[in-house]
């Protein structure tokens, strides 16, 4: 059988340069700024402290770090393949956030035969960006930058459809992105390493395991992902209690997956050791378990259980699912992303259906309409004028219930996840095409394939102690030294 060459000097930079080629055509065609970024918007009357960048740019800041800083950090836990965690997130998250202005630009943003673009599209790229790259983390180390390219190059538009036919037809609520970024996300990154199952990988690999400093290094991406988490969950919420209460909510249910994390972690382990990866992912877990209901008068209370509840379901997923779906599904997902983002999301999924079936005016007052949008009466509708007089600038609804508003988003739940499999599993068989520099079972998690890397890259480190000759029991401090010996020396 022919060998598949692994080298990039042709392939890479071909895609690259044809893309950016498209892109350059298709923005100088097709998009200009908005109007708050427009010279000819702007008079002597417009306050500068109006534009939409200044309510805007602290979310799209704190996303940024969370995209390149959070996730590259946390994408490079493998001891021999740090390099490709943090260097092909930042390739990958770059071409999908140009990639997404474009294709989410066409279907939010595209009025009078143009593009108009601001910060506003910026966070949503980057929202479309975080879905690609959380279906990066099921097939990490195992595919090579061409494959993750040409992976983003396909998922950022199955996205972009999926949400516009969920918001545009379904109208359902989904503020923290529970439906639309974490279910999609994770049921596309498993149709993916469906399909590129490696049956070699099935018992574990030699490379596939982690290091003190590739450890300590992803763990600061679980940070970044923490500190930042209520900015996300935030960014897109109405302004106002809305929004506060979308950034308590998800520091409540992080702070509690994170206790709960911890007491597992102990708990479980033979030893009643902590494990780094337990920390590493299930401390977040809190931050996907209230997206759905975020903004929602759901309490503070809620918001701390789910925490919990995403915590567990999480940890027990990492021990007893995954390796089960690994052995019976031929699903090897590298990273747990069924665990953080798929398990949590649905269950996030149920506490808000759960929400939208409890809420009533008696909690909300006039402002349940501004929440639940849908719910709203119908032009015509007496109530609509009485309510317009509580709240100036409500629009009209749909009039649903609150049953009918549930319905909605059961069918949102069950449609992105068919959807997201189904472009999934595509992509994966687009992606087995002998043409995408697939790297063979024996350079899985290594960067040496793709990476010029130090002679050193791969070198055990061995810590010898040795005693001085001053040192004795009864002195007040023993000094250690530490010898740090690489497999080079004898």
């Known amino acids: 059988m022919k060998k598949r060459s692994t080298n990039l000097q042709v392939k890479l930079p071909g895609f690259l340069f044809v893309f950016q080629v498209i892109f350059v055509v298709i923005y100088f065609a097709f998009v200009t700024y908005d109007e708050h970024a427009d010279a000819r918007f702007q008079t002597n009357q417009t306050n500068p402290m109006h534009n939409a960048m200044y309510k805007d740019y602290p979310f799209f800041a704190d996303i940024q770090v969370m995209i390149f800083l959070g996730f590259g950090c946390l994408l490079a836990f493998f001891r021999l393949y740090g390099f490709g965690g943090m260097v092909f997130n930042f390739l990958t998250a770059t071409f999908a956030i140009q990639w997404a202005i474009l294709v989410q630009g066409y279907f939010q943003f595209y009025h009078n035969g143009k593009i108009h673009i601001g910060v506003i599209n910026l966070i949503n790229a980057e929202f479309a960006c975080a879905v690609v ?155 996907v378990t209230v997206g759905a209901s975020v903004d929602m008068m759901i309490s503070p209370a809620a918001a701390y259980v789910l925490g919990m509840m995403g915590g567990t ?86 009039g649903r219930t609150a049953q009918e508003q549930a319905l909605f988003q059961v069918a949102a739940v069950f449609s992105t996840i068919g959807l997201s499999a189904l472009g999934g599993i595509l992509t994966g068989y687009v992606l087995k095409l002998p043409y995408f520099a697939s790297p063979s079972d024996g350079f899985c998690f290594d960067d040496v394939l793709f990476f010029e890397v130090p002679p050193d890259y791969d070198a055990p480190l061995k810590l010898n102690y040795k005693m001085t000759a001053e040192d004795s029991p009864d002195a007040q401090h023993q000094r250690v030294v530490i010898q740090l010996r690489d497999n080079n020396v004898s």
């Open 133 to 287: 790259l959380i279906s990066f983390g099921a097939v990490l180390g195992k595919t090579s930058p061409l494959q993750l390219l040409v992976m983003a190059l396909f998922e950022v538009p199955v996205f972009a459809v999926t949400e516009w036919v969920v918001l545009k037809y379904l109208r359902i609520n989904d503020a923290g992105g529970s439906i639309l970024i974490h279910l999609f996300a994770c049921y596309f990154g498993l149709g993916v390493t469906f399909v590129l199952y490696r049956p070699g990988l099935n018992e574990g690999h030699v490379k596939e395991n982690t290091s003190y400093h590739s450890d300590i290094l992803s763990v600061m991406g679980t940070l970044f992902l923490w500190v930042f988490w209520p900015s996300f969950n935030s960014a897109l919420t109405h302004k106002g209690d809305d929004q506060h209460r979308a950034i308590l909510h998800t520091f409540i249910g992080l702070s509690a997956s994170t206790l709960t994390a911890f007491a597992l972690s102990a708990m479980l382990n033979k030893k009643g050791k902590f494990t780094m990866a337990d920390i590493q992912n299930v401390t977040l877990a809190g931050g």
């Open 313 to 398: 379901v999480c940890m027990l997923g990492y021990k007893y699912l995954s390796p089960f779906l690994a052995q019976r599904c031929r699903i090897q997902d590298q990273c747990g992303i069924h665990n953080l983002h798929g398990l949590t999301g649905l269950i996030s999924c149920a506490a808000g259906i759960w929400a939208i079936l409890i809420a009533d005016e008696e909690v909300y007052g006039p402002s349940l309409y501004e929440i639940f949008t849908h719910r709203a009466p119908v032009e015509g509708d007496p109530k609509l004028q009485e309510l317009k007089m509580l709240i100036p600038g409500l629009q009209q609804g749909l």
